[in-house]
């Protein structure tokens, strides 16, 4: 079956610094979606990409549907405490699911 | 706008006790919806999806049962909880777009079965 690698697992920076995270899949997808999730909240959409190349920015947030279509990234730059959280990727062909998801610390 | 609704935010239950979870959207017709559960620090399980009233379909077998008694209403219940099922229940829905579609998730409830 289809199967979502999502990495790093955690990332612990210092605030200010760059992030890069990626999602890479085992067969083609035509959706890739990035969440953000706070402690006891439910994941919120980030970016959502629907076409390979597709390259997407929401402030500080950049993310690529990979033109093999079998992955995605997702970047931060300049991060702020508030970055942090659980990053998941999802994506899929007719049917989502979900990477592990990265989760991010922020060191002030 | 869409929003969607989920109670209660958190339950602490005993063993063998029954169990209902309760999702609505609101500001959208005939969503998709969806029930996943989260274990602490992991990734998203689909539990159940219905595409329509009445219309569940079950992803993995387990305690629990899902029902959708109205357009923007889907239930998570179970008759008799175990102490696996404990978790973060997230509820979920997208409007239907053929091959590509976006979800959105609810706040979650948070279950512990003692």
């Known amino acids: 079956g289809q199967q979502l690698n999502q990495s790093p697992q955690s990332m612990f920076i210092q605030e200010g610094e760059d992030v890069s995270m990626n999602c890479t899949s085992s067969s083609i997808f035509n959706t890739w979606l990035w969440y953000k999730q706070d402690p006891g909240e439910g994941p919120v959409l980030l970016i959502a990409l629907y076409k390979a190349g597709e390259l997407t920015s929401n402030g500080r947030l950049t993310a690529q549907f990979g033109i093999t279509r079998k992955d995605s990234f997702l970047n931060i730059s300049a991060s702020i405490p508030s970055d942090v959280g659980i990053y998941f990727c999802?994506?899929?062909?007719?049917?989502?699911?979900f990477g592990a998801g990265t989760r991010l610390a922020v060191h002030p | 706008s869409q929003t969607i609704h989920q109670w209660p935010a958190t339950l602490v239950q005993p063993v063998g006790s029954p169990l209902s979870l309760e999702c609505t959207v609101e500001g959208t017709s005939n969503p998709n919806l969806y029930w996943y559960r989260q274990a602490a620090g992991r990734g998203l399980q689909l539990l159940f999806y219905?595409?329509?009233?009445?219309?569940i379909s079950s992803e993995v077998p387990q305690n629990l049962s899902a029902s959708r008694p109205q357009d923007r209403q889907f239930i998570l219940s179970s008759k008799k909880l175990l102490l696996s099922d404990s978790g973060f229940y997230l509820c979920a829905w997208s409007v239907p777009a053929g091959l590509q579609e976006t979800q959105y998730f609810g706040p979650g409830t948070r279950l512990l079965v003692l």
């Open positions: 219905s595409v329509g009233i009445g219309q």
């Open positions: 999802g994506g899929g062909y007719n049917k989502l699911i």
